[in-house]
């Protein structure tokens, strides 16, 4: 009656009839055969109707032998659940994931081209530009900054900035960042050691509203001065 119900049909109209009828891949219900042929119970396989309108559904199948009293098999029974509305639900998901990657893709690539475009601008200043994240990792090194600072941004690109410079510069840095974030100063100036060259840095925190978005540090070499 169940059965009926699901497939559109009453129950005498599906009384009598070949379950094989109702498949949508007939090979399914081969397969099914086969296997609970071998003495096998099948659980939860995933199968197409068709419904007496002609729609297709998704059922999840549990199939078994049934047998007399002497052992003999007499036929199968079998408890199935329409998943159409489920199946559909993955099938949305599944599109709405691949939208998303779409998306976060295109940003990202969005983000690589400013941040190319940004390097190439900022890249024929005499001045060293420094950006770090909100993370204090090191997100943006011009060619100036390489030279003041005698580093490589391949090596510093995604890292902590404690790796730029000195444990003790760090540590005067971290104040200043604190500092900024906690809205005591909004901006620092001072003159630092870069080995042998003498560098007049500027720090100055990047806001968006209220929200801290991290750091640009501007480095002048004045050595010769």
Known sequence: EGAGRMLGYKQSEVTGTLMS?????KDDRQKLLMVIGGGKMVTNYEAQLVRKDGEIIDISLSLSELRDENGNIIGTVGISKDITEWKNAQLQLKEYSLELETMVEKRTM???ESKTHLEAMLGGIAEGVVFVDMDNKVTLINDAAET????RREDLYG???KNAHSEKAHEKALEIITDMRGGKIKSYSSEIKAGEKTVFAH???IMHGQEYLGIIFIATDITEM
Request: avoid cysteine.
């Open 21 to 25: 009828d109702y498949y949508y891949n």
């Open 110 to 112: 969005e983000v690589r």
């Open 148 to 151: 003041i600072f005698g580093i």
């Open 159 to 161: 890292k902590d900035f």
């Open 203 to 205: 720090f100055s925190p």
